[in-house]
């Protein structure tokens, strides 16, 4: 047995945990506390930063460090705190709102400059701290508070966004399903930025948002599970799968002339593969979920530090103080 012997509650606080009762973050939160303890993560050693919204709160309820940033700035923050200590487990979390609207930006350059955060993005598709607004990834024509008539804005797949800025690890999964835990150990084990997108139940003002993708009669035959060297298998009776025809992908039934080895074969490490999944959504398709892209790549406080010693050598260590009173320095005199 394990020295350290730690359970998942090891990883809860002492804060009461205030999302609303029935919230999909309570999921996630006992998930990853789970996956904290079968890692074995040090607490002292973990950091959980977020921004603004429901799912931001939640590094007051796990018993590590933690920083509840600002709106959109928790991809800078989260960064920072890397750079400066390269040996903690960094992981952020954010929302679709947080994430995608006035963090978007941030987000990108986090992605592309491939800094070893792993990012959870919790999308219900709402604002749900604010009261219910439209946010990015509200699917067209979606009234709320500041859509009465329905938004007229085309949603974002937050998964096509993370593999548009070169994220090198992608995934998707869903609140209450099976796969998220074995998701969350990818994405620990992942060297670089690992971006896991989370469809996550907003009960009191975008409830059953993925009902679709969550109903148990019915979720077979709206998600596909991907598996690394697999065809792309779906259906109840996994008798469904997925195929290019004139190099688009279409659904088409197994056991009518179409076997197995006429279907598309998941490769993690195919970038063209993986955003064409990300543009497969419901209800024109099943939707994917697991690992979409996984490759390995130089990490961004990897490359800093190397740089920095690469200037040391040759220049030999900075004197602050002597860069302070260093040519072009001044007086002022009353």
């Known amino acids: 047995m394990s020295a350290l012997s730690l359970t998942a509650k090891d990883f809860a606080s002492d804060q009461d945990v205030r999302w609303c009762p029935g919230c999909g973050d309570y999921a996630i939160l006992n998930q990853m506390r789970k996956v904290c303890a079968k890692l074995e993560a040090r607490r002292e050693n973990t950091v959980f930063v977020s921004g603004i919204g429901c799912s931001s709160r939640f590094p007051y309820y796990m018993d590590t460090y933690g920083f509840h940033s600002i709106h959109g700035r928790a991809p800078a923050v989260a960064t920072g705190v890397k750079i400066a200590n390269p040996d903690l487990d960094v992981w952020m979390v954010t929302g679709d709102g947080d994430g995608l609207s006035i963090g978007g930006n941030h987000l990108m350059h986090v992605l592309r400059r491939n800094v070893n955060l792993k990012i959870l993005l919790f999308n ?28 007229i804005d085309l949603p974002l797949s937050p998964v096509s966004v993370a593999l548009s800025s070169e994220a090198s690890f992608v995934a998707r999964c869903i609140d209450i399903d099976k796969n998220l835990g074995e998701v969350l150990e990818r994405a620990a084990a992942h060297k670089g930025s690992a ?46 799968g997925i195929r290019l025809h004139d190099h688009k992908p279409e659904v088409v039934q197994l056991r009518s002339g179409i076997k197995e080895d006429d279907l598309l074969f998941h490769d993690e490490h195919d970038e063209s593969l993986a ?48 860069l302070f009173n260093s040519g072009d320095t001044y007086t002022i005199e009353a």
Not at 124 to 151: A, D, H, V, W
Not at 287 to 306: A, H, N, Q, R, W
């Open 124 to 151: 219900n598709r709402i604002y749900g701290l604010t009261k219910g607004q439209y946010s990015p990834t509200s699917e067209e024509g979606k009234k709320t508070n500041s859509s009465p008539m329905g938004s």
């Open 195 to 240: 971006f896991v997108e989370i469809y996550q139940d907003c009960n009191i003002f975008n409830h059953k948002a993925f009902e679709y993708a969550t109903d148990r009669a019915v979720k077979e035959e709206h998600i596909i599970r991907l598996e690394h060297g697999k065809p792309l298998i779906f259906g109840k009776d996994r008798d469904k």
């Open 275 to 322: 955003f064409l999944l990300s543009r497969m959504s419901h209800p024109d398709f099943p939707e994917p979920m697991g690992v979409f892209y996984s490759i390995g790549d130089d990490c961004y406080e990897d490359l800093l530090t190397k740089q920095i010693q690469d200037a040391e050598a040759a220049r030999g260590k900075a004197d602050l103080n002597a």
